[in-house]
């Protein structure tokens, strides 16, 4: 079963009512929660004062601020400083050695993103690949643009405790595109 959240223009009003939507699921409970968001980059900063004043509760109860956990997903102030492709080596080098701890998975999204393991040994760059899509006019098919992070080799386990809350982004496509990153 899945909870469909009704398109919403930005991601705070998304979330809002994602959250009021499971608020009232039995159970306040619900699985695969799937959520439309029109400008995803609409009001996704500090400066909106939603997001500021849920941050600021974050803080006050000892939680990790909500930049923090959004560069779980995607390094942005990283991104703006080197581009793409040169922030993905960035990443990789200087960010994931200081947060990996023995080999285990180091709770950056973005790593699974960018380096998803293959049999062969050689990490497919997701998100990059994407972008090389996008670029090119002659893919129309609408499932060119997903992302995997669950990974059943590491992460099914006999842990008592949970794993990560996202485990795949669809990502489409609504008039034209237009792709920021250089190469």
Not at 139 to 162: C, H, M, Q, T, W
């Amino acid at each position: 079963m899945y909870l469909p959240i009704p398109p919403q223009p930005d991601c705070v009003a998304g979330w809002r009512e994602a959250v009021r939507l499971v608020d009232l699921a039995t159970g306040h409970q619900a699985q695969n929660v799937v959520i439309s968001v029109a400008e995803p980059t609409a009001r996704a900063t500090l400066a909106d004062p939603v997001v500021a004043e849920v941050d600021a509760f974050l803080s006050g109860h000892g939680k990790k601020p909500i930049e923090t956990v959004a560069n779980t997903i995607f390094p942005a102030a990283l991104y703006r400083r080197y581009g793409a492709p040169q922030f993905f080596d960035r990443f990789r080098d200087n960010v994931l050695p200081k947060v990996r701890r023995s080999g285990a998975w180091s709770g950056y999204y973005f790593e699974r993103m960018m380096e998803l393991p293959r049999a062969d040994g050689q990490p497919i760059n997701q998100i990059w690949g994407i972008v090389e899509r996008l670029r090119n006019p002659n893919v129309r098919a609408l499932n060119k643009f997903e992302l995997l992070i669950f990974d059943p080799a590491r992460d099914v386990n006999d842990s008592p405790y949970g794993g990560q809350c996202l485990s795949f982004a669809s990502l489409k496509l609504i008039g034209k595109a237009t792709i920021v990153a250089s190469a």
